[in-house]
């Protein structure tokens, strides 16, 4: 199991309809075989700091599935994946597989 992480900077004026693309996304992706991503904001350090994680059995299976997602052409997923982006600070979104590191 290896968790995705998404760290990004939204625009300034632009967080609630943020949080409204990602709640659209979220819809749209879980009907395409994504998991949903869960939401944290950071009340510290940069501002307008989002990170957004989901669980997949392993790096191949992230890119297995979005590449369905994007093959499906879905105009629900590919509006909330362009509202997302017009959201978001250019340059600021940054992408991580995290795996548990055992402290054995």
Not at 41 to 69: C, H, K, P, Q
Not at 92 to 98: C, G, R
């Amino acid at each position: 199991m290896v968790r995705f992480m998404v760290r990004e900077v939204v625009k300034d004026g632009h967080y609630h309809d943020y949080k409204a693309a990602c709640k659209a996304w979220n819809d749209a992706a879980v009907k395409l075989g994504l998991p949903a991503f869960r939401y944290f904001s950071s009340g510290f350090g940069t501002g307008n700091e989002v990170f957004l994680e989901a669980e997949y059995e392993d790096s191949g299976d992230i890119e297995r599935r979005f590449a369905l997602a994007h093959a499906a052409n879905d105009p629900d997923y590919e509006a909330a994946e362009a509202a997302i982006g017009s959201h978001r600070a250019a340059g600021l979104s940054y992408s991580y597989v995290l795996s548990d590191m055992p402290l054995e």
